[in-house]
Every structure is written in C-alpha cells, then in structure tokens.
C-alpha cells in the first residue's frame, strides 16, 4: 500500500511539474536574430544608416558580446546552441585533426559507412547503418523547449547539420555541406588559354574545347555511395554559344535556357544517378555565363542539396525543405552560400561576387519574411549569414558596399521589432565582430623556426598542404586550423615523440615563444594571448581540443597554408587576397553585438548566456553542462 | 493526314468546350470512360467473340483442375501447360481487335496531350522558343527576325545553335496571352500560335514542316515556307490533382477507360 502510495505521488508530481512548464511556457512568444559577424564597432559608426538598430539600442539594450576561444563561427554558434563552452560541446574550429593521421576533417559532422551492405557486380546496396551524425555535443536548445511543450522554428542555425531530431520547425544552416560533400566546390569552365589553373581553393577549374560552337560539361556530384568504387557522379550539361553575339543556351537531363554575358541562371535541378533506372540523388545549382566571346567562361555554382528532394537530412521534420521551398521557391541550402572562393580564386571580380551575395541575402530574406509572419508563438530563430561572409570580402577597404548589407539587415530587424510588439521579447545577436586581415601567419613555418617543427629537407618549405614534408620523428609541435597548435604527442599522435610528463613544458615554452613573436616589419606584437584549453574552458570534453589556442593580434591571422597543414618558406607575409576581413584572433579583440527590445541585467554577456536567457523566457530549467545565466 | 488532325481536335474542341464549366477532371474522366466504351466495342465487332468464350472457359477449367488435383503432379503439370496454352491462345485472338485500336487510340492520345499534357507558359516567367532551320541554313548570318505579340517581350538576341541547327529566342510573357509569333526570314514569314496565363486551354507544342511528323504533332497546321523545319514552344506540363494528389492524366485516362469498359462489357456482351 506504501509502495503505491508513493508511486502516486511521484506520478502527481512528476505530472504536475509539466504541467507547470507547459502552463509558464503558454502563449509566449520569443524572437532572436543571429547576425553573424555582426561588429560593434561598425555598428557604432553607422548608427544613422542603422535606424532600427538605433532605436533598439535608444529604446532598449545594446551591448558587446563576448565570444567564444577561439571566435570562429561554429565553435560560437556551437555555445549558442548548447549553452556550453567549446569545452563542452567538443567543436573548437572548423577542421579539427585526426590525432592518429595528423590529417584535418571536419569538426562539426561525420559520415559513417553503411555496416552491411549487399554487392552485386560493381554496385552496393546499404542494408543497415550509414549515415551523417553531428559531432557537437550536448543537447540544442530547441530539443530542451521541445521536451517542455515549446513550439521552435529554428532557421538557419550553423553548426546544426544535421539537424538536431526534434519536433521544432528548423533548417540546417552553416556546415551544411553541397552535395560533393565539401562546405561548397564551384566549377569553371573555360577554352581561355591564359587560363592554366586546375585546382584553387574551394573549387575546380576545367579545361573545355568548343566543337561547332558546342562544348559538353560534367557537373560533379556526389561520390556514388552505390558502387563499391564510390565513383564520382555527374551530370552532362551542354553549351551552345552563339556565333558572334555573347549569348549561350544550355541543355540538361531535359531542360533548356539561355543566359547572356554576366547573367546567372535560375535553380538548375540535376537528377545524379547512382544506380541507372533505379536509383538517382537530386542536386540544384546556378550558371552564371560570365563571357562568350572570344573565350567561353562558364561558372557553375557548388552543387545545392535540393530542398525539394534532399539527398540528405537538412530539416526537421524532414519535409519541412520540401515545404519551404513551395512556399517560397527554392533556396540555397549549402551552409556558406555565398561565393567568396570563387572571388578568393580572381575567378569572379568583386562586382560579381556582389551581385551573388546578394542573390543569397535576397533567398535569405524572402524565407525570414515567410517564417516572421506564419510565426505565432513560442521561439523564433533565424540567421543572417550575408553580414559575415561580405565582412570578409569588403572589411574596411569598401565600407559602402558592406553598409548596404548592413543596411538590408536592419530592415529585416525592423520588420521583427514591429512583429515583437511590446509583449515579445526580441534578441539581435551576433557570433563575433570583424578585424582587418593585414598579415597572415604561417604558424608552421614559426614553429619551424623556433625549433619545434622539422622537415625532412629544410629546403623543402612551400605550400604543400597536410605535413607532406615534417619529419614527425624530429617535430614537437604542429598547426592546422586557424587557432590550433598540437604537441605531437607520444601515444595520441602517431609517430608521436613528446612524452606526456613533457607536454607542459613543451607548452609552456611555446607560448612564452608565441608571446615575444614580433612583426618584424612593424616591430609590433602578433600574438595578444596564448589560451591553455584546461584554464580557457570549463567542460572537459577536450578530445579534439588543440593543445594550445592563439589568439592573434587585430590585423593578424594564421595564413590559409596553415589551416591545412603546409610550411611556406616565411613566418609572415603580406595578405594580398580578396579575403580581406577576419575574425580568428584573441576572442577578446572581435567581440560580437547583443540588442534586445528589453532592458538587460548584465553589462558583460557571454554568448552562452543567450541560451540561458531564451531557456529562462519560458521557465525551462537549464540543462546539465549549460554554464551561462538569463541576461534578463 | 492535316484533314484528320482537323477533324479529331475539333471534335476534341467541342467536348472540351462542352465541359469548360467543371474542373479538367470532370472533362478528361468522360471522355476516358467514353473512349473505354467506344474500344470495348470495337473489341466486340473485331474480335472473335465465340472463340474467346471456349478458351475462357479453357482457362477456368484449367483453375478448376489445379484446385482440385492439388495432390496429384501430374495432373497439376497438365493443367498448367494447359492454362498456358490457353493464355498464349487468348493473347493471339485478342491482337485483331488490339490492331484495330492501336491507331485511332495512338492518335487520340497524342491530340489529347493538346488539351491535358502541356500548361500555358507562366506570366513574367521566361521561355524557350526554338526553331529548326533547314539543312541549307547558315548559322553565321543573320537569325530569323521573332515579331510577338504585344504582352509578349523578347529577352536579349537569340541563340543560333549550329550543331543542331536551332535558333531559340528567350521570351518573357507579362499578361494573359493567346496570339501568334511571327517569324521573318529572308522576305519570307512563318507563325507559330503561343499560350500565356493561368486558365488552361488547348496548348501545341510543336509546329513542323514535316508530313510525318505532322501526325505526331497535330494542332497547327504545316509550314509552308521553306526555311524553317519545325518551331518549338517549351511549355511547363500541366497538372491534375486528384484528392490533393500530383497524377499524370495518361494514368488517369487508361485508368478510366479500363474500368469503364470493365463495368459495360455485361452490357455491351462483350467477353474480354
């Protein structure tokens, strides 16, 4: 009788405490803005051209937020999203290495081979297993609001791929890859002979030869997971040009169109076989037909995947792409859509780059109006990527054009204060803010000159990527990321010969290096603050973390070569490429923004305090590991 | 053969006006369900309707037996190779009234593609209008001159495909359209009929030169003028929805016509 009646009771009270939530959690309604790359310095500036930014911050709050170490948008977006420190959600850059291999994979997503499979001749067919899984630990958010009755749309969200299982309305953002698999591979196509390149960063170019004014080109899709070989797919798309004019029509699986010079087409769907007449994939991508004449210069969009059919899970529930792309055409669903690779490369010029981003902000805003006015209650999310991406690119040497960026972002702020009201509270933040990139580091080649890296053959210095040339037998420590330096550990790294009572010293040596480390051309420092992961995060779920975190002066950043793995032949150099603007240094030195419509109880938030805060609006206590407070 | 394509798309026409009241479904369901009645009688007057009746019956005395003798092989072995030489006998007596329906239910189909298979072009969406030059065209010289109508703008130059012969223009309809574009070539014109708007309507795809291919692409009359071989307008495909779902109206009207001839075949006396 005692056992039931204390069965009762926790049943009561376990009832009771739903009941609780549900009834705080009704009809509330909460908005939050992420603007990525947002700075608050340039916001400042340009508090005139910004009027509903202004009125937020007259009216309400406007603070800096501190970001994460290092301040790189998924490991920010990581602690939004989990209320942790990268400490305790496991994403501390965009790559992250392989400890074994030294070689860099992605942080955020993996994708594992299926664990039976059934061959028959050259092809696979998947019987159990296989999939893509997120690496990022700890639970989002919007599965906590979700478990306590709270309706989420939640668009956009980076580090979200794939997306996290749950009943809320969302949409993978950043980290989503295309459908080669990468954050997004362009394709050019040219019979231009200046044009000797095959490979640049993030894209392919392609050799092509006009027969009777006709030229065929192999869109790459994703490897065939069918076969055993996993062969890479494509798609024939063929080109006409015109005799004389600058015009071209192209063919695909079906489908015609006809673009003029500096013309981007339409969404081109393209069906990627696996297993012919049976089974197929559907991508998307754009055209843009730069020139015609004298020489064809045909750029192909990385390959979308198609929210109408996606190959793989970008939404929850599944359909949710498919609906969203009937109600408001399709989009882009590759996480960093914008095209800075392609300008990177000098494949597109700045004003065409401009045209391009600002296709994706207009997708972008299209869909965040859809979403604002079917919004009724409980959480509203949705991410700006235009901001970041153009800061990049256009950072303190073309100000105007980013202004308009800024510009059209801030009317989207004011359609949501509007839709806020007095009874919603409305959150305006961003991951981090903007520096210029003056100087690239190559941190390899430093810690070559300070005797921690070793070639084989010192004279073998270059841009040759993953360690080709390191002579691990003789190297105590390495780069790779943006922020990341790795001892090489005895038992953790292959190969490794620092033993683990000498790690310490090692780093401690290293940072004392990193902190005298001077600009040789400018006397100034490079580094402004080495960070140890055990004394910079709380959470110890520090498995991939780096060893030690740089945290670089403003106007400095680790050099491309370094983020992968190479050892040029000087320490610093020059940033003489297109990409112009960054944010991976001391996380101190690019903090990002915080307007809310409300006043705030805090003057230092922290990103993982916005996770506190939007847990707190609807009486949802904090989950295990969260380590921010309610700026409210 | 243009004689015949008249007659059969105004008959065509006239049912399609007499149901422009209701959905296209309703139209589209009756004329599939008269079509099924229309080819059960044919199959009925063509075919050998006495020997189909002995072998019907073969094929029910052969199920009998497989039912019966379940525990006897050798008797089950007969009557398999029975029914299947009972089937391959129904299968040869049913291809005289198949080839009697092949071809004017061939021609009906490719006529009905007018009315069910193609939409209007969307407004302020581009099109595609391709043109097929003859063999003695020069694709260095100058295209043919497109003249469209009014609502009707024409996007940039077009495209001269030498490869294949073709010349297409893109165009851009801004209003509800149902007119004629007008090409010019060397003192010489040739039209071709367009559809823009949201109401759907009889719709041709294709304009051609050819005789043979006129059967195939019936609607419009042959063109006369000796430049062009055919003039193509890439339309969207149409879409019929029943109960909220996407059917292709092919699957529809065979659907249709299947069942009612199923249904008549007592009445008609008809074994099938």
Not at chain 1, 336 to 349: K, M, N
Not at chain 2, 244 to 268: C, D, P, Q, T, Y
Request: a neutral charge; aromatic letters at 10%.
């Amino acid at each position: 009788m005692k056992v039931c009646l204390a069965l009762l009771t926790v049943a009561f009270l376990m009832t009771s405490a739903c009941a609780n939530h549900a009834t705080r959690a009704a009809g509330k309604r909460m908005i939050v803005l992420g603007i990525d790359g947002m700075d608050p310095v340039f916001v400042e500036t340009h508090f005139v051209d910004l009027p509903n930014l202004n009125q937020l911050r007259q009216r309400g709050s406007f603070r800096r937020l501190a970001t994460t170490i290092p301040p790189q948008s998924p490991v920010a977006w990581s602690s939004v999203i989990t209320g942790m420190d990268p400490g305790g959600h496991g994403i501390f850059d965009f790559v992250h290495r392989n400890p074994t291999t030294r070689m860099p994979v992605s942080s955020m997503a993996e994708t594992t081979e299926p664990t039976r499979s059934l061959a028959i001749g050259p092809y696979l067919i998947p019987l159990s297993g296989g999939g893509v899984r997120t690496l990022r630990a700890g639970r989002a958010f919007w599965q906590t609001l979700d478990e306590h009755g709270v309706r989420s749309s939640v668009i956009r969200m980076p580090a979200n791929f794939p997306p996290a299982e749950c009943e809320a309305d969302s949409l993978a953002g950043m980290g989503t890859p295309d459908m080669t698999g990468s954050f997004g591979s362009f394709s050019f196509y040219t019979d231009d002979p200046a044009e000797k390149r095959e490979k640049v960063p993030g894209g392919q170019i392609v050799r092509i030869s006009l027969r009777n004014g006709r030229a065929e080109l192999a869109i790459p899709g994703p490897p065939n997971q069918m076969r055993s070989d996993h062969q890479a797919t494509s798609v024939e798309l063929a080109v006409s040009v015109d005799p004389t004019e600058q015009t071209a029509r192209f063919d695909t699986q079906g489908r015609q169109f006809i673009l003029q010079q500096e013309e981007w087409s339409e969404w081109v769907q393209a069906e990627y076989s696996l297993i012919p007449h049976v089974n197929s994939v559907r991508g998307t991508f754009r055209v843009y037909l730069q020139q015609a004449h004298p020489y064809l210069r045909i750029y192909v969009s990385p390959v979308n995947i198609d929210p109408e059919d996606p190959a793989l899970p970008i939404s929850t529930p599944r359909d949710y792409s498919r609906k969203l792309a009937g109600a408001v055409g399709p989009y882009y669903t590759q996480g960093i859509a914008e095209e800075t690779s392609a300008f990177r490369a000098g494949i597109l010029s700045k004003a065409e780059f401009l045209v391009q981003s600002r296709k994706v902000l207009a997708d972008n805003l299209k869909m965040f109006r859809y979403e604002l006015e079917r919004f009724q209650d409980g959480l509203f999310f949705y991410y700006f990527s235009s901001v970041d991406q153009n800061s990049h690119m256009l950072w303190s040497r073309y100000d105007s054009d980013l202004l308009e960026i800024y510009r059209a972002v801030d009317r989207a702020i004011g359609q949501a204060v509007a839709k806020a009201g007095t009874d919603t509270p409305l959150l305006v933040i961003s991951d981090h803010g903007f520096a210029p990139f003056n100087r690239a580091v190559h941190l390899n080649s430093f810690l070559m000159r300070e005797g921690f890296l070793a070639l084989d053959d010192p004279s073998k210095t270059g841009d040759e990527e993953l360690f080709t040339h390191v002579d691990w037998s003789r190297t105590l420590a390495y780069a790779i990321g943006l922020n990341g330096v790795y001892v090489n550990l005895e038992g953790r790294e292959s190969g490794g010969v620092v033993p683990e009572a000498d790690k310490q010293m090692v780093l401690e040596r290293l940072a004392k290096r990193l902190a005298e480390f001077k600009d040789p051309d400018t006397g100034e420092k490079v580094v402004e603050r080495v960070y140890f992961p055990e004394e910079a995060f709380r959470g110890r779920n520090l498995k991939y973390s780096p060893d030690l975190l740089v945290g670089f002066r403003r106007g400095y950043r680790a050099s491309w070569q370094t983020a992968l793995g190479a050892v040029p032949r000087v320490v610093l150099e020059d940033n003489v490429q297109a990409w112009i603007g960054d944010h991976c240094m001391a996380s101190d030195q690019v903090p990002g923004v915080l307007f809310s419509n409300r006043p705030l109880r805090t003057d230092a938030p922290h990103l993982w305090d916005i996770t506190a805060s939007i847990l707190g609006e609807f009486g949802v206590p904090k989950t295990n590991g969260m380590i921010g407070r309610s700026v409210f | 053969m243009e004689i015949v394509n008249w007659i059969i798309d105004s008959l065509l026409l006239v049912v399609h006006v007499f149901f422009s009241f209701a959905p296209r479904l309703v139209g589209l369901t009756i004329l599939a369900s008269a079509t099924g009645a229309a080819m059960l009688w044919v199959f009925g007057r063509t075919g050998n309707q006495e020997r189909m009746n002995q072998v019907k019956r073969r094929v029910q005395a052969g199920l009998l037996e497989l039912r019966v003798f379940v525990d006897e092989p050798a008797i089950s072995l007969h009557a398999q190779r029975g029914l299947i030489a009972a089937n391959l006998n129904y299968l040869a007596l049913a291809l005289r009234p198949a080839l009697w329906m092949a071809v004017p239910m061939a021609l009906l189909l490719i006529h009905l593609e007018a009315f069910y298979e193609r939409a209007p072009l969307p407004l302020a969406e581009p099109a595609l209008v391709t043109m097929r030059m003859t063999a003695d065209w020069i694709p260095s010289a100058p295209p043919p001159v497109l003249i469209t109508p009014c609502n009707v703008a024409i996007l940039g130059p077009p495209v001269r495909v030498a490869a294949s012969r073709e010349v297409s223009w893109r165009i851009l309809p801004y209003s509800p359209v149902s007119d004629k574009l007008l090409f010019r070539f060397n003192s010489q014109e040739v039209a071709k009929w367009m559809e823009a708007g949201d109401r759907q309507r009889y719709v041709t795809g294709r304009r051609v030169r050819s005789r043979w291919e006129a059967i195939l692409s019936p609607g419009e009359s042959r063109i006369r003028s000796n430049f062009a071989e055919w003039i193509e307008i890439r339309y969207p495909s149409a879409e019929l929805r029943i109960f909220g779902f996407h059917v292709n109206w092919l699957v529809w009207f065979l659907i249709v016509s299947m069942a009612a001839a199923l249904l008549l075949k007592k009445r008609f006396g008809v074994v099938i």
